[in-house]
């Protein structure tokens, strides 16, 4: 398969570093000046274990790309989706097939209405990177999963290309039957974190330090389950069993990367990760007042993006 990777950074840089060290053919859509980092420095990828650097990948830039992928891996920001779909428009064939990596569900709408759905497959996305200053993507935990499946449940002849794709490639992929529920449950999981680590300013080890700190945490969690839930993806057991344990840990350093850029002074995905639930939960004629912990956790952050606006 020919493979566009929309990004180099955190995300796609790891699996399209991991996929074009297994051999396959893969190119970066990046900007000029990453694209200039990549052919001075390579693809670097520092792991817990190793050093991976892989020499002059294939990058092009917006202007230059005229023609259809087989794949198109799409591992934006998701408040650069807009920016990021006009970039790759010309890359969409008649079957190329899209595997979104981004945090909520709005994007699969806003790709449905761009592309037609027949393009757009359900993906999830688990590793803990970040992006240097060097331009190296550097992973935390040795933990790379990659999990993508039609929405609609079925086993498809792409899917099972894209399954033969992957296998081999250096990270844990899963191709599931159930993609959509596992989206919802990322994002309450991501929404939990976000929204606990982001308004305290601390690990779930040091929020769990203090004497509210745990009912803080499992208060927030069980609205996000709760949205979920009323939309018709209810947080199956096992997932909730590995939440609660992670949750629990008082001697966790887990963060949500969110709280990582708000340290940098960063742009925030607090629209889509956390005032996404919020708003859903409007709709449905939920709690979502100042009582709400979820709440006020989206204030927080919308109040961090008006000062650094400032």
């Not at 980092?37 to 892989?54: A, F, H, M, N, W």
């Not at 344990?245 to 708000?262: F, P, Q």
Request: include cysteine; proline fraction near 3%.
């Amino acid at each position: 398969m020919r493979i566009l990777v929309v990004g180099a950074g955190a995300t796609g840089g790891y699996f399209g570093g991991r996929l074009l060290q297994a051999g396959r053919d893969v190119t970066f859509l990046v900007r000029a000046r990453r694209a200039d980092q990549l052919k001075r420095d390579g693809l670097v990828i520092k792991t817990p274990s190793e050093l991976i650097t892989l020499g002059e990948p294939k990058t092009v830039l917006a202007e230059n790309l005229h023609e259809p992928y087989d794949l198109i891996i799409l591992s934006c920001k998701s408040y650069d989706l807009e920016n990021a779909m006009e970039s790759f428009a010309p890359a969409v064939g008649a079957t190329s097939a899209i595997i979104p990596l981004l945090n909520g569900m709005r994007h699969l709408d806003v790709l449905d209405a761009r592309f037609g759905a027949a393009h757009v497959l359900g993906g999830r996305c688990l590793v803990s990177s970040t992006l240097d200053d060097e331009g190296r993507i550097v992973q935390f935990i040795p933990m790379h999963t990659l999990t993508y499946g039609e929405r609609d449940g079925s086993a498809s002849e792409r899917m099972r290309t894209i399954e033969a794709e992957f296998s081999g490639a250096g990270f844990d992929q899963i191709a599931s039957r159930e993609i959509v529920q596992d989206m919802w449950e990322k994002w309450v999981g991501l929404g939990t974190l976000a929204g606990a680590t982001c308004l305290m300013r601390a690990s779930i080890g040091e929020i769990l330090s203090t004497r509210l700190g745990a009912a803080v945490i499992d208060g927030i969690f069980a609205e996000c389950s709760a949205i979920a839930a009323a939309k018709g993806h209810a947080p199956r057991p096992a997932f909730v069993a590995q939440m609660q344990a992670s949750l629990s840990d008082r001697n966790s350093a887990l963060t949500a990367s969110m709280l990582r850029d708000i340290e940098r002074k960063s742009a925030i995905e607090a629209d889509q990760i956390v005032g996404g639930l919020v708003e859903i939960a409007s709709q449905l004629g939920m709690k979502h007042d100042a009582t709400s912990l979820l709440a006020l956790a989206y204030t927080h952050l919308k109040a961090y993006e008006a000062r650094r606006s400032r």
